[in-house]
């Protein structure tokens, strides 16, 4: 039986609506997400019960197995997670944690200080947003929790560093996807002129959310902006608790494993390093070799748009630990106790797999329905030219928060954004495909759904909820001063304007938070 479209119907939404609906009143994901599967392929299977059970069969199988070979990207990934879980449990096992967290004390003076870390090392781990999430918050967690800094916080840091920073660096893996994407664009519409890469610079100070997220986080971390669920969530860690204990352990959270006596800081700053190292170095090659088998020469952007990101993390990951652990064997640790650590790694990565399992299935039943194709329908060509930024930025958002990826909402705005630009005042262009990719990285930060949140809140050790929670406070501020300069661009076609404005905007927002009693310093002491 085929199943049912839904190409042109609002129904379409249903199902991802929900699902993130479910989620903000329960609480429970996996719960709310399973819900909105079933709805979403009963609609597509016409609530026929026989083709429902099928679909359910054949999507849980796709995830491991597609066509007539495996899933390779979403086993890679899920691996690199465990791998990152097993990982992190041997360095804590090693004492390199808490000698890293000693080393801080010595040199981080205040809780201000260890999330300026956060952030600077949010900033410069920028190769790739998944990446970016799990090393940063494990690096950071032991500095934040010595300072009394909430997972809520540490989360929000490095979900606001990572994709907003990907999002603007052509080195990374976001900027060879959106790059690939636009050099598809080009071509088709003739554009010979310039370069994919170019095009892409040119964006970068058009991208007002990214460059609006980034400069509130900064001030939330410099004026102590902790409102909202935040400041809740900031109050219970100054108490001793840096997750919310009633609602159990966090994804990611250390198991209670023994540390040996002498670990050094070596001992974490050596795998992440061979880590990084190694990661940079496959994806350089994986790309050369794609390369080579297309008859190119080597080029670093060239590299990166072919770069195979998912096997260069799992097989980088996948040495790093075998040389950790052979090195904590001849540190004396006993092979039983790195065996153990090993497995209860893995089980602290379990609930994150198990969200990100629903996540894709999820996506996938949302891009049957193709939610984001009549959210994209909505544009209309014949809307004021002044309005197309700021239009395009709200349809983009509202794509991503539904289907919970930037990366297909990317795919299918920018082609949307370009012929409306086009077709409307081709000065536009730049601001339009800009827009779509601030859109883009907004929704992603607001939607339950979203892996690059799921994994944000793992690296944390933070209930998922709870980040999306904390955090959708200043991804809807960020995004009304965004909003605002894409008005004020669309109507004075000055992208100085834009930013102006926004930037005036955010002065507004800070002021008036820091006049808020509790806006402001709402603790006043310092220190562990």
Same mark, same amino acid.
């Given at each position: 039986m085929a199943l049912i479209s839904y190409a042109d119907s609002a129904l379409s939404i249903l199902p991802p609506v929900a699902a993130i609906g479910l989620a903000i009143l329960t609480r429970r994901?996996?719960?709310?997400?399973?819900?909105?599967?079933?709805?979403?392929? +009963?609609?597509?299977?016409?609530?026929?019960?026989?083709?429902?059970?099928?679909?359910?069969?054949?999507?849980?199988?796709?995830?491991?197995?597609?066509?007539?070979? $495996?899933?390779?990207?979403?086993?890679?990934?899920?691996?690199?997670?465990?791998?990152?879980?097993?990982?992190?449990?041997?360095?804590?096992?090693?004492?390199?944690?808490?000698?890293? *967290?000693?080393?801080?004390?010595?040199?981080?003076?205040?809780?201000?200080? +260890?999330?300026?870390?956060?952030?600077?090392?949010?900033?410069?781990?920028?190769?790739?947003?998944?990446?970016?999430?799990?090393?940063?918050?494990? /690096? +950071?967690? =032991? /500095?934040?929790?010595?300072?009394?800094?909430?997972?809520?916080?540490? *989360?929000?840091?490095?979900?606001?560093?990572? +994709? =907003? $920073?990907?999002?603007?660096? =052509?080195?990374?893996?976001?900027?060879?996807?959106?790059?690939?994407?636009?050099?598809?664009?080009?071509?088709?519409?003739?554009?010979?002129?310039?370069?994919?890469?170019?095009?892409?610079?040119?964006m970068i100070p058009f991208n007002l959310y990214a460059v609006t997220a980034l400069a509130l986080l900064i001030c939330v971390v410099y004026f102590r902006l902790d409102v909202g669920p935040m400041a809740e969530a900031e109050r219970r860690a100054q108490a001793g608790q840096p997750w919310d204990e009633a609602k159990g352990m966090p994804a990611g959270e250390d198991l209670g494993l023994e540390q040996v006596r002498g670990g050094t800081v070596l001992n974490l700053a050596g795998p992440l390093l061979l880590l990084v190292s190694l990661v940079v170095g496959l994806m350089l090659f994986s790309g050369d070799r794609a390369l080579h088998a297309m008859g190119h020469a080597f080029g670093l952007i060239a590299a990166l748009e072919n770069a195979d990101g998912a096997w260069s993390m799992v097989t980088a990951g996948s040495i790093t630990l075998v040389i950790t652990a052979l090195g904590m064997i001849a540190q004396g640790v006993s092979p039983v106790l790195i065996g153990r650590a090993a497995v209860k790694g893995v089980h602290s990565m379990l609930p994150a797999v198990y969200i990100l399992l629903m996540a894709w299935t999820i996506a996938g039943v949302i891009a049957d329905l193709q939610t984001g194709n009549y959210l994209a329908g909505l544009a209309s060509d014949s809307l004021p030219q002044t309005l197309l930024p700021a239009l395009v930025f709200l349809i983009s958002a509202a794509a991503a928060f539904s289907t919970g990826t930037s990366y297909g909402t990317f795919a299918i705005m920018l082609p949307i954004a370009a012929n409306m630009a086009l077709a409307l005042e081709p000065a536009l262009l730049v601001p339009a495909l800009s827009a779509v990719l601030a859109g883009g990285v907004f929704g992603d930060h607001c939607s339950p759904i979203s892996d690059t949140t799921i994994l944000s809140s793992t690296g944390s050790a933070c209930h998922h909820m709870d980040h999306v929670a904390t955090q959708l406070p200043y991804a809807l501020v960020a995004a009304a001063l965004a909003l605002a300069g894409y008005l004020v661009l669309g109507f004075t076609g000055s992208v100085a304007a834009g930013l102006l404005i926004s930037c005036l905007g955010l002065m507004v927002v800070v002021g008036l938070l820091r006049r808020r009693e509790g806006g402001m310093n709402h603790y006043r002491t310092e220190g562990a």
């Open positions: 994901v996996l719960l709310s997400l399973g819900l909105g599967i079933v709805l979403g392929i +009963a609609m597509l299977a016409d609530f026929s019960p026989a083709v429902l059970l099928s679909e359910l069969s054949a999507r849980a199988t796709g995830l491991v197995w597609e066509g007539e070979g $495996v899933a390779s990207w979403n086993l890679y990934t899920l691996g690199f997670l465990m791998i990152m879980g097993m990982l992190m449990a041997l360095i804590s096992v090693s004492g390199g944690t808490r000698a890293f *967290a000693h080393w801080a004390r010595r040199r981080i003076r205040d809780r201000r200080d +260890a999330q300026w870390m956060t952030l600077f090392l949010g900033a410069v781990i920028f190769i790739d947003d998944y990446f970016n999430a799990l090393l940063v918050g494990n /690096v +950071a967690r =032991p /500095v934040t929790d010595q300072y009394r800094i909430s997972r809520e916080k540490l *989360a929000y840091c490095i979900d606001s560093t990572s +994709a =907003p $920073v990907c999002v603007i660096s =052509p080195i990374s893996t976001w900027g060879a996807y959106i790059m690939s994407l636009l050099a598809a664009l080009l071509a088709t519409h003739g554009l010979n002129e310039v370069t994919a890469l170019s095009l892409f610079a040119q």
